[in-house]
């Protein structure tokens, strides 16, 4: 399990008592409402709505907000059409690759925000295709392992199509083809088998080993991006033990 996907159980985790929930909640309504504008308001007929949706009730995002997010994509007179989908690339400390995905109404100020996080934070902004080569697109669903039989989890994971499962620091990562993720996650909740986290998801193909020092300057850069209101998800390819990690958590 890479240091980013620890790194992002723990951010997880902590979504139902962060006190930046509602900046998350319009981040995740934004999406719901574009998705709902590009593919239709039938997240039956539209994997990247059912996605999105699945995102928000992760977060408990509330039915009604979800329900209006939906409805402000497919209704006469939405502004998602305005929404463009944007990524950037570029590297932090000690050499990590950052992949940033942005859904903003505004190229200009999307663009000089980044790239102000990037200085900022000790990092630089980077060309197209500079660090996109590294990653590879997957679903992943995290199960927590106490409760929970390593043999039963994989059986319902690969019967339903997930490529592997890895054990780590207590937890289950199931990983999946994009197109394969949602009926993974179902025959998982079918099989009665509690979900901590499922997202779509960037998978480097090699990471960086970070130590307290780079690791702590590597989160406070992506947290700064994570808190822009352009950006929607943020990859890096770093890697941390779990000592680093127990050390800058608490």
């Known amino acids: 399990m890479s240091g980013h996907s620890k790194w992002a159980s723990i951010k997880h985790k902590k979504a139902s008592v962060d006190a930046k929930r509602g900046k998350e909640f319009a981040k995740l309504s934004r999406a719901i409402t574009v ?10 007929a539209s994997a990247s709505l059912a ?34 989908h944007l990524t950037y690339e570029g590297y ?10 942005v859904l903003t109404d505004n190229k200009n100020r999307a663009a000089a925000d980044v790239r102000h996080i990037f200085d900022r934070c000790g990092g630089k902004l980077g060309t197209d295709g500079s660090v996109a080569w590294i990653f590879e697109r997957k679903g992943v669903i995290s199960v927590d392992a106490a409760g929970y039989d390593e043999d039963e989890v994989m059986a319902a994971a690969i019967d339903a199509g997930a490529e592997d499962l890895l054990s780590e620091a207590g937890m289950y990562e199931i990983r999946t083809d994009p197109a394969d ?14 979900i901590a986290s499922a997202q ?51």
């Open 35 to 44: 998705a709902a504008k590009e593919g239709g308001g039938d997240p039956e």
């Open 51 to 84: 996605q999105a949706i699945q995102k928000a009730k992760d977060a408990n995002m509330p039915g009604d907000n979800i329900d209006r997010a939906i409805k402000k994509g497919t209704g006469e007179g939405s502004d998602a059409a305005s929404f463009m």
């Open 92 to 101: 932090g400390p000690n050499g990590v690759a950052v992949y940033v995905f």
């Open 181 to 194: 993720f949602m009926s993974v996650r179902d025959a998982l909740r079918e099989a009665s088998i509690e």
């Open 200 to 250: 779509l998801t960037m998978i480097p193909k090699n990471s960086v080993a970070l130590d307290e020092s780079d690791a702590k300057k590597t989160f406070r850069l992506l947290d700064a991006l994570e808190d822009s209101d352009d950006v929607q998800e943020v990859f890096a390819n770093f890697d941390v033990t779990d000592e680093v990690m127990e050390a800058l958590t608490g």
